[in-house]
C-alpha cells in the first residue's frame, strides 16, 4: 500500500524536533510518530461525520463532569425551598431538587445542563449517520470487520446511557420511561421478575434506581466507551490504511490526501472548534428538556404527548403501533406486545447491522481487501437494503409520536396506528424499489456524461442544415470517479449448467439461495465504462 501526501514535506521546525529527540531517547516511538505526522487523510467532508462523534463525547465528558460536582442522586424525600417560585413546599426526590438547583442557582448551570444534552443528541445523530455512510460506501468490508462491530456496540452503549442520563432528574417525563424500562423487563419470560428484583432493589419504583443508574452513567458505560472509541477512531484507523472515495490519483492500492500533520491537524482542531460552537448556540437558544415544566415524578400521572429524546423514539413507536397480543401457556402469560416491539425488533435490527457485513460477503463470495469505497450508486442492491432500512427505523420513530400527529391534523389516533402498521412492513419494500431505480438512472446518467460529456446548451448548424448540440468532454476530476478501475464489489459464485448437470454449488437449497441472491446482487452492478467521449449529439431535427 502506497501513501501520496499533497503537502508537508518540510522538515519540522527546530524546537519541535529538539522536543521530539528528547522525548523519544526517554519513551521511545519514534519511528511510528514519524509515521503517523505523514499519514495521509483524504480530504472528503463525509469523513468528517465521525469527528462529530468523538467532539461531541469529548463535551460530553466535558460538561458531564461539572454537573457531576452539583447532582446528588439521591431518591430520598425532600422539600423544594429554591428558586423556582412555582415548585415551592412540593414533596420530590433529592435528585430532582439537586437539577433544579443546577438549573437556577448554579452559574451556568442550566446552560452546562443543555449543553449537555445537545451534544448527547448531536452525539448520537452523528454516530447514525457516521454508520449510514459507512454502510452505503462498503467501508464495513475487509479488512474493518472488527471496526464495523465496534460501532455497533458504540451506537448500543450509547443509546443505553442516554437512556439512563436523561432518566436520572426523576421528573415526569423520565420517570415515565423508566416507568416502560421497568414493563419491559418484566415482560421477559421466565427471569423478567428477577432481573427487575435486581435492578430496582425491590417493587417498582423502589428507592435506589436513580443511585443504580447513576454509577452505570458516570462510570460503566462512559469507562467502556472511552475503552472502545479510541480503538474504533484511532488505533484500528491508524493501523489500517483510510478508506478513499474512488476519483483522481486514488486507487485500491495508493492513498492520495494530506498529511495528519500540520494539515489534519489544523483541519480537526478547527472542526472541534465549530463543534462546540454549534453546541454552545444551540444550548444558548433553543431549550431542551425543561424539566421544572414536568414535575417530579409520580407512579399515579402521566402528561399528554410525551416523548423521549429522538433516538429512543423509534422503540417508543414499536410499543404503540404493536396490537395487545398474549399468549397463555402453562400457567404463564406471554406478552407479545411488548416481548416483540422491546426485544425481537431492537434485536432484529443490531444482529442484522452485526452481521451484514459476512452475510454480503457470503452472497457476493467478495474476500478481497477493500481500501477504496464503492458509491451508492453503483451497488443498486445494497443502497436497496439501506434505503429500506431507513425508511423502517422512520416509521418507527414516526409511530411514537403517534398523538402528537393525530392531535396536530385532527384525526383519529387509531388511523395513525393503522397507517403505521401497514407502512413499516410496504414502506421498506417500496423504499428498496425506488432507491435502487434512482441508483440505475444515476450509472446511466454517469455513462452518458462519459459517452457525450458535458452539455454546453451552444446549438450549431451543420452545412446540412441539421442542428446539434456542441459537449464537451469531462475533465479528469470529474472523470476518474466514473471510469478508473476498481476492485468489483461481486464475483459469480457458480458455474453454468452443463448438459443438464448443475454446478455443485446448487445442489443444496442453502446454494441454491446463494446463488439466487448472488444474482440478484450483481445484475445490475456499475461497471467503468471503457469509452470517453465529447462526441456531438443531435438538440434538434433538421
Not at 412555582?86 to 437556577?104: K, N, Q
Not at 452523528?126 to 454502510?135: G, M, P, T, W
Request: charged share 15%.
Amino acid at each position: 500500500m502506497r501513501e501520496v501526501v499533497m503537502s508537508g514535506d518540510r522538515e519540522a521546525p527546530q524546537a519541535l524536533g529538539a522536543t521530539g529527540r528528547a522525548v523519544d531517547d526517554r519513551l521511545g516511538g519514534a519511528p511510528f510518530l514519524r509515521r503517523a505526522i505523514r499519514k495521509a487523510f483524504p480530504d472528503h467532508w463525509s469523513f468528517l461525520l465521525g469527528e462529530i462523534a468523538m467532539y461531541s463525547f469529548f463535551i460530553i465528558l466535558l460538561t458531564g463532569v461539572f454537573l457531576t460536582l452539583f447532582f446528588k442522586p439521591s431518591m430520598d424525600e425532600v422539600i423544594y425551598n429554591g428558586s423556582y417560585e412555582p415548585l415551592r413546599g412540593v414533596r420530590m426526590s433529592e435528585a430532582y431538587a439537586s437539577t433544579l438547583e443546577i438549573s437556577f442557582d448554579v452559574r451556568g448551570g442550566l446552560l452546562m445542563r443543555q449543553i449537555h444534552h445537545w451534544a448527547t443528541v448531536l452525539f448520537m445523530a452523528a454516530i447514525v449517520i457516521h454508520l449510514l455512510r459507512n454502510f452505503f460506501t462498503g467501508a464495513f468490508r475487509k479488512p474493518r470487520e472488527l471496526n464495523w462491530l465496534i460501532g455497533i456496540v458504540l451506537f448500543m452503549l450509547v443509546m443505553l446511557n442516554g437512556l439512563f442520563g436523561y432518566s436520572l432528574p426523576d421528573d415526569l417525563l423520565s420517570g415515565t420511561g423508566i416507568r416502560i424500562l421497568e414493563g419491559v423487563i418484566a415482560s421477559i419470560p421466565l427471569v423478567g421478575s428477577y432481573a427487575l428484583m435486581f435492578l430496582f432493589g425491590g417493587e417498582f419504583p423502589g428507592d435506589v434506581i436513580i443511585p443504580r443508574l447513576y454509577v452505570i452513567h458516570i462510570l460503566l458505560i462512559p469507562g467502556i466507551l472511552l475503552a472502545l472509541i479510541p480503538l474504533h477512531a484511532v488505533v484500528l484507523t491508524w493501523r489500517q490504511t483510510h478508506t478513499q472515495f474512488p476519483g483522481k490519483g486514488s486507487s485500491n492500492t495508493t492513498v492520495y490526501g494530506y498529511p495528519f500533520f500540520p494539515v489534519f491537524i489544523a483541519k480537526t482542531t478547527a472542526f472541534f472548534l465549530w463543534v462546540f460552537g454549534v453546541t454552545a448556540l444551540l444550548a444558548t437558544f433553543f431549550q431542551i428538556n425543561p424539566i421544572w415544566l414536568f414535575g417530579p415524578y409520580d407512579p399515579g400521572a402521566i402528561s399528554s404527548g410525551s416523548q423521549p429524546d429522538w433516538y429512543m423514539g423509534w422503540l417508543e413507536g414499536a410499543l404503540r403501533m404493536m396490537p395487545a397480543w398474549e399468549i397463555n401457556a402453562w400457567g404463564h402469560t406471554l406478552a407479545l406486545s411488548v416481548i416483540v416491539p422491546a426485544l425481537i425488533v431492537p434485536g432484529i435490527l443490531f444482529t442484522g447491522l452485526a452481521a451484514y457485513p459476512f452475510l454480503e460477503r457470503w452472497v457476493t463470495g467478495d474476500h478481497g481487501v477493500h481500501h477504496l469505497l464503492d458509491r451508492p450508486r453503483d451497488v443498486p442492491a445494497r443502497t436497496g437494503v439501506g434505503a429500506g432500512g431507513i425508511v423502517f427505523y422512520g416509521v418507527l420513530w414516526l409511530a411514537g409520536g403517534n398523538d402528537v400527529i393525530a392531535d396536530r391534523f385532527e384525526i383519529p389516533l387509531f388511523w395513525t396506528t393503522w397507517f403505521f402498521r401497514f407502512a413499516v412492513i410496504l414502506g421498506p419494500v417500496l423504499a428498496y424499489v425506488i432507491a435502487y431505480r434512482i441508483c440505475l438512472g444515476l450509472q446511466r446518467r454517469d455513462l452518458g456524461l462519459v459517452e457525450h460529456g458535458l452539455e454546453t446548451g451552444v446549438i450549431r448548424r451543420t452545412p446540412a442544415g441539421e442542428y446539434i448540440e456542441i459537449e464537451r468532454p469531462l475533465d479528469e476530476d470529474r472523470l476518474a470517479p466514473i471510469s478508473d478501475a476498481r476492485p468489483p464489489a461481486a464475483v459469480a459464485l457458480t458455474r453454468p449448467e452443463t448438459r443438464g448437470v448443475s454446478s455443485p454449488e446448487a445442489r443444496t437449497s442453502l446454494g441454491r439461495l446463494r446463488i439466487a441472491l448472488n444474482r440478484r446482487f450483481m445484475r445490475d452492478l456499475g461497471e467503468p465504462p471503457t469509452s470517453t467521449g465529447g462526441e456531438e449529439r443531435k438538440a434538434l431535427g433538421p
